[in-house]
């Protein structure tokens, strides 16, 4: 069974640019989260989506930031416009419905570089 | 909301040693609690977890412990290999993998041969 997939692995923009990260659940895992670790702190919870609606988006740190996660499958995040403070490593992570009461599964995550 | 401290930042031990790692949180309605091995260039997988119900779990050389009173769990590393040396967050929530995860800062534990 495939993980969750993240893509890219590896982004470097300009500030300014625009960069859409994306992520693929663990089939059939309803959950989704974004999550993102800046500077070697800690991981901090951005979002979650349950199935395609958003359960809570109260880690998101502002207006740039674009979640979606259209017919309940895959998420996109986008970042518009980037600033420096942006970079770090944004981890995407799935889970099965709550009543299964399992783990969350992360991806590999992407390394967002803002120069 | 839900605070996680973690200590130490980092660890280094020799081949075979003991590790712990402890964790504080501040919320008393966190009731579930993974910690979660990120090597090189992986994300983040988790290795064991406890539910407040219980007060120690063990998984051949990975043992947690939960002391809810004073707010703070552990984790043990028995026998410690090569292979150990990874990043290691703890992590706390109101629910299990369906609920939102507050982490600590992480622990970078280094294996020494």
């Known amino acids: 069974e495939a993980g969750v997939t993240q893509f890219p692995s590896h982004s470097v923009i300009e500030k300014g640019q625009t960069v859409t990260l994306r992520c693929d659940p663990i089939s059939g895992h309803d959950n989704l989260y974004w999550y993102r670790r800046v500077m070697g702190k800690e991981i901090k919870f951005l979002l979650h989506f349950v199935k395609e609606s958003k359960q809570d988006e109260s880690g998101m740190p502002n207006n740039r930031f674009l979640a979606e996660r259209t017919g309940g499958t895959y998420s996109t995040l986008k970042v518009q416009p980037a600033e420096l403070e942006d970079s770090g490593v944004y981890f995407c992570?799935?889970?099965?419905?709550?009543?299964?009461?399992?783990?969350?599964?992360f991806g590999q995550g992407t390394r967002l570089t803002v120069v | 909301g839900e605070n996680v401290e973690q200590h130490p930042s980092t660890l280094s031990v020799q081949e075979g040693d003991s590790a712990v790692i402890k964790c504080t949180y501040s919320?008393?309605?966190?009731?579930?609690f993974p910690w979660y091995k990120q090597e090189l260039g992986k994300g983040p997988q988790l290795i064991i977890d406890?539910?407040?119900?219980?007060g120690e779990k063990k998984d051949q050389r990975i043992a947690v412990t939960l002391n809810k009173t004073a707010k703070h769990f552990s984790l043990h590393i028995t026998e410690t290999q090569p292979e150990d040396s990874a990043v290691y967050f703890c992590a706390a929530s109101s629910g299990s993998g369906y609920s939102t995860l507050t982490f600590g800062k992480g622990t970078m534990l280094l294996v020494s041969p």
């Open positions: 992570a799935s889970s099965q419905p709550a009543y299964m009461n399992t783990e969350a599964f």
């Open positions: 919320d008393s309605a966190s009731n579930y």
């Open positions: 406890i539910r407040s119900n219980v």
